[in-house]
């Protein structure tokens, strides 16, 4: 069992500060905190007792607890006064990370809204889709993606910017929004009820939202606080002065503040549901970089100048950080903590942030989750993952997990099968998708698509993916949703989508495409065709053509363990894309 094991059962059995106990949750018994806040809204007042607290940094912007949930209270009240928003109505945010991505989730938190943060890298078409699939009312952006808004169906005058740049005819800037009073908190919707609705890309290519909800998110917040509770008592009984890393959730005015460079996107919930949200409740700080591809050297100089504690989001952060030796003449001494998930890491990264950063031996964490799980689902921490480098972990206070086999049947302890999740913590359904609910959700249970065991120690360790994803640099791409763009191509016949390892990005993605005569030349105006119509992530990089058929069994299913197994990419073309990666 985890080292932590002891102190997690104190603090969660009967009469710790995180009990636990059975709870209904439409319908479903499943594990919960007995004292649980009912509404995301609790944290506006949480942070308005920070004051003067630094909580969010880019660049020159600086922006302290009070003043960030004033300008969010503002915001909410001239969002309700203008456009006549009403407890439940979908706001989008759009941009990249900045202090008022995080100021507009508050302000739709406070009025009782649902928040939709899109992704930044979505295309005009891709924002189409999730607009009118949520039925979105407003529209909160930075002016880089104002157009693209407008473009995708939003009225400009309901779209918002925040942010220098210029603006299209008729969008309204976020600071002409604002009320002269502060919101007034009204009444509350049911805590079962959506606080945000975070779009994926599904396996038929088209994509579903899960629906998050205010119960989902806290326990989220609960879990870590909890995990990360029993971490700091385990450490004051074994004599460590360090305090636990990051993310612990304890609220004491008197902590050292933990200060995060938030590289991960927002609009990801690893980013907002396991960072930013845990920081305000701890009262902690968030700097973000500039807007743009990430750049590892710009990134060492704010860690740096900033005294940042904890870094990572991704394993290929920290991997290019060392890589590229961006801490070479950097003062990194701040730092007291490394974290990752959203993507596979292999074990040698551990060894070479320990030996690139000796002092942070047993503060190195690891998460798996998914969006639909708020995300944490298991964490491996300090002393558990040092000693159990190819796991993921142990599963947090609400979650049960079980090894499935093909017919939903649990598994014994080693056998591998298909990874299932219950808890307070995940997600109930899709929005409006009954139809992809009836296979993800099963008695209860979610199925993750992910294929893994369980250990005799309970920790968990991931082998395979069902779903057909790849997963670049934290980024899911669903390959029907490329292969369904290419195949309309009028040049191409058929076409394939796999995932092929990538040093930095952990995979990238390849099309195997046939074509009646191979030609190099096609490569490029594939590229330029998908980018029409998919965000430039999810373009392939890699591109092999081929006159003869692809390889399928007798379903006509395309066998794609061959192609993966013997790709060779012909062609790569194209720059990286403008991204946090």
Same mark, same amino acid.
């Given at each position: 069992?985890?080292v932590?094991?002891p102190?997690l059962?104190e603090?969660?059995?009967?009469?710790?500060?995180?009990?636990?106990?059975?709870?209904?949750?439409?319908?479903?018994?499943?594990?919960?905190f007995?004292?649980?806040?009912?509404?995301?809204?609790?944290?506006i007042?949480?942070?308005?007792e920070?004051?003067?607290?630094?909580?969010?940094?880019?660049?020159a912007t600086?922006?302290?607890?009070?003043?960030a949930?004033?300008?969010?209270?503002?915001?909410?009240?001239?969002?309700?006064?203008?456009?006549g928003?009403?407890?439940?109505?979908r706001?989008a945010?759009?941009?990249?990370?900045?202090?008022?991505?995080?100021?507009?989730?508050w302000?739709?938190t406070a009025?009782?809204g649902v928040?939709?943060?899109?992704?930044?890298?979505w295309?005009?078409?891709?924002?189409?889709f999730?607009?009118?699939?949520?039925e979105?009312?407003? *529209?909160?952006?930075d002016?880089?993606?104002?157009?693209a808004a407008?473009?995708?169906?939003?009225a400009?005058?309901r *779209? #918002?910017?925040?942010?220098?740049?210029e603006?299209?005819?008729?969008?309204?800037?976020?600071?002409?929004?604002?009320?002269?009073?502060?919101?007034?908190?009204g009444t @509350?919707?049911?805590?079962d009820?959506p606080?945000?609705?975070f779009?994926?890309s599904?396996?038929t290519?088209?994509?579903k939202?899960?629906a998050?909800?205010?119960?989902?998110?806290?326990?989220?917040?609960?879990n870590?606080?909890?995990?990360?509770?029993?971490?700091?008592k385990?450490?004051k009984?074994?004599?460590?002065?360090?305090?636990?890393p990051?993310q612990?959730g304890?609220r004491?005015?008197?902590?050292?503040?933990?200060?995060d460079?938030t590289v991960?996107?927002?609009?990801?919930?690893?980013?907002?549901?396991?960072?930013?949200?845990?920081y305000?409740y701890?009262?902690?700080?968030?700097?973000?970089?500039?807007?743009?591809?990430?750049?590892?050297?710009?990134?060492?100089r704010?860690?740096?100048a900033?005294?940042v504690?904890?870094?990572?989001?991704?394993?290929?952060?920290?991997?290019?950080?060392?890589?590229?030796?961006?801490? *070479?003449?950097r003062?990194?001494?701040?730092?007291?903590a490394?974290s990752?998930?959203?993507?596979?890491?292999?074990?040698?990264?551990?060894?070479r942030?320990?030996? #690139?950063?000796?002092g942070l031996?047993? @503060?190195?964490?690891?998460?798996?989750?998914?969006?639909?799980t708020s995300p944490?689902?298991?964490?491996? #921490?300090?002393?558990?993952?040092?000693?159990?480098?190819?796991? #993921?972990g142990v599963?947090?206070?609400?979650?049960?997990? @079980?090894?499935?086999?093909?017919?939903g049947?649990?598994?014994?302890?080693?056998?591998?099968?298909?990874?299932?999740?219950?808890g307070?913590?995940?997600?109930?359904?899709?929005?409006?998708?009954?139809? *992809?609910?009836?296979?993800a959700f099963?008695?209860?249970?979610f199925?993750?698509?992910?294929?893994g065991y369980?250990?005799?120690?309970?920790f968990?360790?991931?082998?395979? @993916?069902?779903?057909?994803v790849v997963?670049?640099?934290?980024?899911?791409?669903?390959c029907?949703?490329?292969?369904?763009v290419?195949?309309?191509?009028?040049?191409?016949?058929?076409?394939?989508?796999?995932?092929?390892?990538?040093e930095?990005?952990?995979?990238?993605?390849?099309?195997?495409?046939?074509?009646?005569? /191979?030609r190099?030349?096609?490569?490029?105006?594939?590229? /330029?065709?998908?980018?029409?119509?998919?965000?430039?992530?999810?373009?392939?990089?890699?591109w092999?053509?081929?006159?003869?058929?692809?390889p399928?069994?007798?379903?006509g299913?395309v066998?794609k363990?061959?192609?993966?197994?013997?790709?060779?990419?012909?062609?790569?073309?194209?720059?990286?894309?403008?991204?946090?990666?």
């Open positions: 069992m985890s932590y094991a102190y059962r603090l969660t059995g009967p009469g710790g500060r995180f009990e636990l106990a059975e709870v209904s949750i439409r319908g479903v018994r499943q594990l919960g007995v004292d649980q806040p009912d509404h995301l809204s609790f944290l007042g949480v942070g308005q920070h004051g003067d607290r630094e909580f969010l940094v880019q660049g600086r922006y302290t607890y009070a003043a949930m004033e300008r969010a209270l503002l915001l909410a009240r001239g969002l309700v006064q203008r456009f928003l009403e407890g439940g109505d706001i945010i759009l941009g990249s990370n900045a202090p008022d991505w995080v100021v507009s989730f302000a739709i009025m009782d928040a939709v943060p899109f992704n930044a890298w295309t005009a078409e891709e924002l189409a999730g607009i009118a699939d949520s979105t009312r407003v *529209v909160l952006c002016a880089r993606r104002a157009g407008i473009e995708a169906g939003m400009a005058d *779209v #918002v910017v925040w942010g220098e740049g603006i299209p005819s008729g969008a309204l800037r976020l600071g002409d929004v604002l009320a002269d009073q502060p919101h007034d908190h @509350r919707r049911d805590t009820e606080a945000g609705l779009y994926t599904g396996t290519g088209r994509p939202a899960s998050n909800s205010h119960r989902n998110i806290i326990a989220n917040l609960m870590a606080a909890a995990v990360f509770g029993a971490i700091g385990h450490n009984a074994s004599n460590q002065s360090d305090s636990p990051s612990s304890a004491d005015k008197h902590r050292t503040q933990d200060i460079l991960i996107p927002l609009f990801h919930t690893t980013a907002l549901m396991s960072t930013m949200i845990p305000v701890a009262g902690h700080k968030l700097v973000f970089m500039p807007p743009g591809r990430f750049d590892p050297h710009e990134a060492a704010v860690i740096e900033e005294q504690t904890r870094f990572g989001g991704v394993p290929t952060i920290v991997a290019r950080i060392i890589d590229e030796q961006a801490y *070479v003449d003062d990194f001494s701040s730092v007291k490394i990752y998930g959203g993507a596979p890491c292999a074990p040698a990264l551990l060894r942030i320990e030996h #690139v950063f000796p031996k047993g @503060r190195v964490i690891q998460g798996y989750g998914l969006t639909e944490l689902l298991t964490l491996n #921490v300090g002393d558990d993952y040092h000693d159990h480098p190819n796991s #993921v599963a947090v206070p609400t979650t049960e997990l @079980r090894i499935a086999d093909p017919e049947n649990a598994l014994p302890v080693g056998a591998t099968g298909e990874i299932w999740a219950k307070s913590n995940i997600i109930s359904g899709y929005w409006n998708r009954p139809d *992809v609910n009836a296979e099963v008695d209860g249970y199925r993750t698509g992910d294929i369980l250990d005799d120690l309970g968990l360790y991931i082998t395979d @993916r069902a779903k057909d997963i670049r640099g934290g980024e899911n791409i669903y029907v949703e490329v292969e369904n290419l195949i309309a191509h009028p040049k191409v016949v058929d076409v394939a989508v796999i995932g092929v390892p990538h930095e990005l952990g995979e990238e993605v390849k099309a195997v495409v046939v074509v009646e005569h /191979e190099a030349s096609l490569a490029g105006e594939l590229e /330029e065709f998908a980018r029409e119509h998919l965000a430039s992530f999810k373009v392939p990089s890699q092999e053509f081929r006159t003869d058929m692809l399928r069994n007798a379903s299913k066998l363990p061959t192609l993966r197994d013997g790709h060779s990419a012909v062609f790569a073309v194209g720059e990286e894309s403008d991204s946090a990666l």
